[in-house]
């Protein structure tokens, strides 16, 4: 919990506030039953009596404003806490590199900026609410019971410790079953998470029982272990109440002789049934405390483990710079997603180099690493070996925001959010219509936006599911326009086109930004054929690497790749 403490130290004066609020309405409350055994015991005055009464009236009501206000500010706190804790573990989730990423999982990311903050904002909320108030109640209420008939109240704390220990032994279990009941929640987000976004392949191949019974797997798990926490728990107020009604009945029991032999007044049996029923809700809510504190140090701990994450990809600024007339250069480039121990790697020996405004295709079967290398442009990932430099200056050396702010890119399975056309093509950039307007003809994406109902007004819904696929690359292309990159990588960014429009659409980019390079990822040999240079990738090694017609007479795996989409072509031809 010590991570969390830090968040809330900034609020130390308003908590201050808030609890001294809190203290005096429960004292206040704590005074009632006292004041009535008082007139019950000694008062024979009517004036009296009628002034102790608007006495008690005017303790109710300061009570229950104190209480309001204490609340109130206790909910405040407890929102802007976890408000700034999200917005830091959020910061902090997007700064991880993308093998953290992996490792973690993104349903576990999810959970922990969800039901994670959540258990830490309802643990805050309660132990400013009545983390202060029932201890006051549980003190105090003994301190007056003293006051009130010492052999009693002896009776009373003989209770305590069997509780005390009750608490302790439940609580101290509850933080591992809870832990286990959030790691089997991840596991329940990440198949609904699953299922979601591929819910149109699951009813395409009627797998729809296949995925129940995934679901009925990973939601069995957390059963169970929801189960064995709420036995666990569970056993705690029931314990309380047990042992402490006990006690009631044995102290009504030992009053009513004590008043039988006039050793004590009925006031004080009437009052001391009160506070036995202060201190009895005090103790239950102290479990419940206890049982809140489990849930939330679990969490803590879990949120604290992403917050301590190292930064992976840092900055190098004493990496030397080279003299080079290229504007990117790999240079023996090696990488591996499973680090091995005999260091064998899924990208081996990458080389090329490229001019300002030359174009780079590249091509290989599915799973040979084309992806990968665009990863590592991005910086995604850092290469295991080798280099790659831009413009003379080691990847690593340059701040990641500024060069990422070069770039335009689509890439496989890119996101549209929900929100306006227009939102969707700047992308977090200052807003120029005219050059929205402009970016989208030139991703021939003008002619169905302007269509829309509302134009580039429409909303775009998450995912793009009211786009069709053409229409969707083709917004995406227009967002990577937008930000007038040096470097564009179009990774498989014309699958869903048609030949003629992704024509124009290469064409268009070539004419515009004639000095930015060029990154063209695809499967379709026409897509690259006109590109200055084409890298062709085979299980994770360059296999061939230049000119179209040289790549035709020279590199096997091209020639054969050429050679099936051009006979397809010509087999769909003769059946037409």
């Known amino acids: 919990m010590d991570e969390v403490l830090k968040y809330v130290k900034p609020y130390t004066l308003r908590i201050t506030i808030g609890m001294i609020i809190k203290i005096i309405g429960t004292i206040v409350d704590l005074i009632m039953p006292w004041i009535l055994a008082y007139i019950i015991n000694d008062v024979d005055d009517p004036k009296t009596m009628v002034m102790l009464g608007l006495v008690m009236i005017l303790c109710a009501f300061v009570g229950l404003f104190g209480n309001i206000i204490a609340n109130t500010m206790a909910a405040i706190v407890s929102r802007l806490v976890t408000t700034t804790l999200r917005h830091d573990l959020f910061k902090k989730i997007n700064d991880l590199s993308l093998s953290q990423v992996d490792k973690l999982t993104i349903p576990t990311l999810i959970s922990r900026m969800t039901n994670d903050t959540y258990y830490v904002h309802q643990m805050l909320t309660m132990i400013q609410r009545i983390g202060t108030r029932a201890p006051i109640l549980l003190i105090g209420g003994i301190f007056i019971t003293f006051t009130l008939d010492a052999p009693l109240t002896l009776v009373l704390l003989a209770t305590l410790p069997v509780i005390v220990v009750v608490i302790v032994i439940v609580s101290k279990r509850g933080i591992k079953i809870y832990s286990d009941v959030q790691t089997s929640n991840d596991d329940m987000v990440r198949v609904i998470r699953e299922n979601i976004t591929g819910i149109r392949v699951i009813k395409a191949l009627s797998k729809e029982e296949y995925e129940q019974k995934r679901f009925n797997i990973v939601t069995e798990t957390l059963y169970e272990r929801e189960k064995k ?13 047990a042992i402490l009604n006990i006690g009631l009945v044995i102290v009504i029991f030992f009053g009513a002789y004590r008043v039988n032999n006039g050793e004590i007044k009925v006031g004080t049996i009437i009052a001391f049934t009160s506070y036995f029923t202060i201190i009895l809700n005090a103790m239950v809510t102290l479990g419940r405390i206890f049982i809140t504190h489990s849930k939330a140090v679990a969490s803590a701990r879990r949120i604290k483990m992403i917050l301590h994450l190292p930064k992976e990809l840092l900055r190098d600024e004493n990496i030397d710079n080279n003299d080079t007339k290229y504007f990117i250069e790999f240079n023996n480039v090696g990488f591996s997603y499973l680090k091995k121990e005999d260091n064998s790697m899924f990208l081996k020996d990458i080389n090329f180099k490229l001019k300002k405004g030359e174009r780079i295709g590249i091509i290989g079967p599915t799973g040979a690493g084309k992806s990968t290398i665009i990863r590592l442009l991005l910086r995604f990932y850092d290469v295991d070996s080798g280099e790659i430099l831009i413009e003379g200056r080691n990847i690593k050396s340059l701040d990641i925001e500024e060069y990422r702010n070069r770039i335009g890119v689509v890439l496989q399975n890119d996101t549209i959010m929900s929100d306006t ?15 929205i307007k402009e970016c989208a003809t030139l991703a021939c994406a003008s002619e169905f936006i302007e269509k829309m109902p509302q134009g580039y007004q429409s909303m775009l819904s998450s995912r793009g599911t009211n786009l069709s696929g053409g229409q969707k690359q083709r917004i995406l292309l227009s967002r990577a326009l937008y930000a007038k990159p040096d470097i564009f990588i179009l ?42 240079w084409i890298l062709v990738i085979d299980e994770g090694k360059v296999v061939g690497f230049g000119k179209h017609q040289e790549l035709l007479d020279n590199c096997e795996v091209y020639h054969n790749i050429y050679s099936l989409q051009v006979d397809e072509t010509s087999n769909k031809g003769g059946e037409h």
């Open 421 to 435: 056309v227009i939102e969707n093509i700047a992308f977090g950039k200052e807003v120029d219509l005219e050059r």
């Open 229 to 241: 926490a709420g036995i666990n728990m569970a056993l705690t107020n029931p314990l309380i109440n």
């Open 491 to 532: 990774d498989d960014a014309s699958s869903a086109l048609d030949y003629k429009t992704d024509a124009t659409i290469r064409k268009n980019i070539a004419s515009v930004f004639p000095n930015s390079v060029t990154f063209l990822v695809s499967s379709r040999v026409t897509s690259l054929m006109n590109c200055d």
